[in-house]
């Protein structure tokens, strides 16, 4: 007897089978799920919850760089890339995105544990940092103010012609 | 685990969710019954008026018009292997020659968890023992109503890490879904990566070493991990330990190289969080909510890179209904999320990247499926027709292109060589079954029938299982 009828059967065999399998495995499934169901309840604006965390180490309690130590980034953040290089996102969807979710604690909140300035406690603190930067100029110091710059230039200039 | 004093403290959690604009639902469904009508109806008529011009009959019209059809899905699937073979050849070779070193900022895992009791703790030993400075643990007990809450307030404190110290905190929230659990640890978390991952996964030891250096590039807003079946040896799961490598995996792969990964996976995916925000977060309106904020990520601009080496080992099904009863959620999820995002389908002007992937997405949830069926019923019917050994044919062609790429993938990703006889069967009766499974959700989505969530049931298989210390691609977890 010839070889491919028995293998082309055998496949035939299995792929009606897997049909079936398929069409059984689906009304299983359809009546496992009509045992349960449950109306979805409205949504409110927040939830209470509960925060369990560790009691704060003395070292993160007072200069807050002990378990979040900071690394030496050699690389670009956002924050430092030039404004062509972020994402494009304009500034009018940003608005619109509406402000960071942050948790509201009912009782006293936690010590910040942020190490440094990268790990502001507020949204708000950290939106603000980053836009204030936008209107500063970079520096050899670093992010300087423009009119401060200006101050200090006029005050070389005083030196310079004096 | 080290026993500390705990605090405790009442918090409001923001429940808020970007809504998208209310869409007629009913107006939608009427639109589309009419455009599919009315091409229909246009193309009979075309048939009806040329094909006494010509010589066909209607069987031979039905037969030939088939043919031509399988030939254009045949086509379709190779040039669909080949591309994803080559550009994730291209992937893994510039993966293997950059080296990006050095950067290690704070990142927040948060564990959301649902009744993961039997599994959390050794979860959570896994994550202690992730080789990196730098880190803490969120763990979000969403409404859970067996022994979770308990357990995870035994682990809650500073932990001893592989390198440091790792502050382990739980929040205690009402049951609201895995999005707002995750929501919530992004609230609370203040580091600027979060890595979010499934209750029962576990993630290799250089997870976030490997996976946090893409975001050197400021473009870079996510990263996808690797996910890696778990609970091996068993017919069910090595199958699908074969899928997850040789589809998912792999297109994830090259769809790094243009760093459009399509799905960020829910048992590990690395955020900025600054794109977090500018996609409004995760939403609860679709069953996949990992392919919807990955969507939302790509439309506002943002690049999603793929990382091999950032390893989650997850618990897959065991039991067949368990399977189908996933994909099922999965295929509507990713229609949900495709319709949710479906602007960008017809109109690429808005993104070009997004409709390229929602093409891809809508081909691989829908297109796919459909024809695969097709395929099989139409060498079921031309068997009786005495043609039996069409099938036989089509199947072995399948097959080879099957095992081939199972051999390229699994030597690619150095997995177990185990795997490749499962190809023999992998087309004609895995992907069949999920195929069918999907093309049943497709219709269920479109007809609006409800669903619910589900939740599969946990066996604690994996409790048994170590994560190795330093994995590269493709050294697995090992039983003990």
Redesign the interface.
């Given at each position: 007897m010839e070889l491919i009828p028995i293998l082309s059967l055998i496949v035939l065999v299995a792929t009606i089978s897997t049909f079936i399998l398929a069409v059984g495995a689906y009304i299983l499934y359809k009546v496992r799920e009509r045992k349960g169901k449950a109306a979805q309840a409205p949504q409110p604006s927040s939830i209470p919850a509960e925060l369990i965390s560790p009691t704060p180490v003395i070292a993160e309690q007072h200069t807050g760089a002990g378990m979040r130590r900071t690394y030496e980034e050699p690389y670009p953040t956002r924050d430092r890339v030039t404004e062509y290089q972020r994402s494009p996102m304009y500034e009018q969807q940003r608005a619109q995105a509406g402000p960071e979710m942050r948790p509201t604690y009912v009782s006293s909140p936690p010590p910040s544990t942020g190490s440094s300035g990268r790990y502001a406690t507020s949204a708000e603190d950290r939106y603000s940092t980053s836009e204030r930067k936008k209107f500063m100029r970079y520096t050899k110091d670093g992010y300087v103010e423009p009119t401060k710059e200006i101050e200090k230039k006029k005050k070389e200039d005083q030196l310079k012609w004096r | 685990m080290m026993e500390?004093?705990?605090?405790?403290?009442?918090?409001?959690?923001?429940?808020?969710?970007?809504k998208e604009p209310k869409r007629n639902e009913g107006k939608e469904k009427l639109r589309v019954i009419f455009l599919t009508g009315l091409t229909s109806l246009f193309l009979i008529i075309i048939i009806l008026v040329t094909l006494p011009l010509t010589v066909l009959t209607w069987s031979g019209l039905f037969v030939y018009s088939s043919i031509v059809a399988l030939v254009i899905f045949l086509f379709v699937l190779l040039f669909r292997y080949f591309s994803i073979l080559v550009m994730a050849y291209l992937y893994l070779t510039k993966y293997t020659v950059e080296s990006k070193e050095?950067?290690?900022?704070?990142i927040s895992i948060i564990v959301p968890v649902f009744n993961e009791g039997k599994i959390l703790r050794n979860s959570i030993e896994s994550l202690l023992d992730i080789e990196y400075?730098?880190y803490?643990i969120i763990i979000v007990n969403d409404g859970s109503t067996d022994n979770t809450a308990k357990v995870a307030?035994e682990v809650?404190?500073?932990q001893q890490g592989r390198t440091?110290?790792v502050?382990?905190?739980?929040?205690?929230?009402?049951n609201?879904g895995k999005s707002k659990a995750l929501?919530?640890g992004?609230?609370?978390s203040?580091?600027?990566f979060v890595l979010c991952m499934d209750g029962d996964s576990q993630l290799s030891a250089n997870t976030l070493k490997m996976g946090i250096r893409h975001f050197?590039d400021?473009?870079v807003?996510a990263v996808a991990g690797n996910v890696k079946v778990e609970n091996r040896k068993r017919i069910l799961t090595d199958l699908q330990a074969l899928e997850y490598v040789e589809g998912l995996n792999m297109p994830r792969s090259a769809q790094g190289f243009i760093k459009m990964v399509n799905i960020i996976p829910g048992p590990i995916g690395i955020f900025?969080k600054?794109?977090l925000?500018?996609a409004?977060?995760y939403s609860s309106d679709t069953f996949a909510e990992d392919a919807d904020i990955t969507l939302k990520i790509l439309e506002?601009?943002?690049k999603i890179n793929y990382e091999p080496n950032a390893m989650a080992f997850t618990e897959a099904p065991v039991k067949?209904?368990q399977l189908?009863?996933q994909r099922?959620r999965w295929t509507r999820g990713i229609l949900q999320a495709i319709r949710k995002h479906k602007k960008h389908i017809l109109n690429p002007t808005i993104n070009f990247n997004n409709t390229l992937i929602l093409w891809s997405m809508f081909y691989e949830a829908l297109l796919w499926p459909a024809m695969n069926i097709f395929a099989?019923l139409f060498?079921?019917v031309a068997?009786f027709y005495g043609m039996?050994?069409?099938?036989?044919f089509w199947?072995v062609g399948i097959m080879l292109l099957d095992m081939m790429a199972a051999i390229y993938c699994i030597a690619a990703e150095r997995e177990e060589f185990r795997l490749v006889p499962y190809s023999i069967?992998y087309r004609?009766?895995f992907i069949?079954?999920i195929d069918?499974?999907k093309a049943?959700a497709t219709v269920e989505e479109f007809l609006g029938i409800?669903?619910?969530w589900?939740k599969l049931e946990r066996s604690g298989s994996s409790s048994q299982t170590v994560i190795a210390k330093s994995p590269s691609v493709g050294v697995r977890n090992k039983k003990v």
């Open positions: - | 500390q004093k705990l605090q405790k403290y009442k918090i409001a959690l923001d429940n808020r969710e970007r050095g950067y290690y900022p704070f400075p730098n803490e307030e809650v404190g500073y440091a110290l502050k382990v905190s739980l929040i205690n929230k009402p609201g929501n919530a992004i609230q609370y203040e580091a600027e050197i400021p473009n807003g900025r600054s794109a925000r500018d409004g977060y506002k601009g943002w067949l209904h189908l009863k099922y099989n060498f079921i068997a039996s050994s069409l099938v036989f199947w069967f004609l009766i069949l079954l069918i499974t049943m409800s669903m619910t589900g």
